[in-house]
């Protein structure tokens, strides 16, 4: 595997239902990120972990719960969503996430539908 | 507020050229990125540019200025291929990445 995998690439689930998203890069990168991408709206980041700290939480809500067991993995804890989450999650790696850092790596994505 | 803006769609001739424009007002300025995102894919990155100018790289350059907030995408000798969405986005002083809604180019035969 090269670059940022993402499991699984497509999900459904009911309001009621606790189901989890799995990011992983190969780059050796410090800092990895989750992202929301809902039609013709601007990517939302969710959650930025450095060196496996969270080091932003962008006002999400609880019912999205991140992890960061290392620099390489990074899942996102779903429960009790609701129709309006539903889009695509996008997660990205980069090297580090200061100033002098390049660009962010994507993974394909996860296409999620909350019935 | 922070608030990056990009035309919400385009559309140009094969073998063309296009310019796909990104105005910006954020706090602080840590660079401007292009990323390229075909439909069910994920973006892929483009281009960087940090000073003013432009950054050449194939069919595709990067234009910047700062004190205008401003930057484009110019993309030359158009092909099928290059039917996707185009993605602006600034690192603010925080160095998070602030997305513009993107702008979906579609090239006609």
């Known amino acids: 595997e090269t670059g940022v995998t993402q499991t699984p690439r497509h999900l459904v689930m009911g309001m009621t239902n606790k189901k989890s998203l799995k990011c992983e890069q190969h780059l050796g990168h410090n800092a990895m990120y989750w992202y929301k991408q809902s039609a013709k709206k601007p990517l939302e980041l969710m959650f930025v972990?450095?060196?496996?700290?969270?080091?932003e939480n962008n006002s999400v809500p609880s019912r999205f719960s991140p992890e960061c067991p290392n620099s390489s993995h990074l899942f996102l804890h779903l429960h009790t969503l609701q129709p309006e989450d539903s889009a695509l999650y996008l997660c990205?790696?980069?090297?580090?996430?200061?100033?002098?850092?390049?660009?962010?790596?994507f993974g394909p994505g996860t296409r999620l539908t909350v019935l | 507020g922070q608030n990056i803006d990009q035309p919400t769609e385009m559309t140009a001739t094969e073998g063309a050229i296009v310019q796909i424009n990104c105005t910006y007002q954020t706090s602080g300025f840590n660079g401007l990125f292009w990323y390229q995102q075909h439909a069910g894919e994920a973006p892929t990155f483009l281009s960087y540019?940090?000073l003013d100018g432009l950054e050449e790289k194939g069919r595709f350059s990067s234009f910047l200025s700062r004190s205008k907030g401003y930057s484009y995408l110019l993309l030359k000798e158009l092909q099928m291929k290059d039917s996707a969405s185009y993605l602006c986005a600034v690192k603010d002083s925080n160095y998070q990445l602030i997305w513009g809604a993107g702008t979906k180019l579609i090239i006609k035969p």
């Open positions: 972990y450095s060196l496996e700290e969270r080091v």
């Open positions: 540019n940090v």
């Open positions: 990205a790696s980069s090297q580090d996430i200061g100033a002098e850092v390049g660009e962010q790596f």
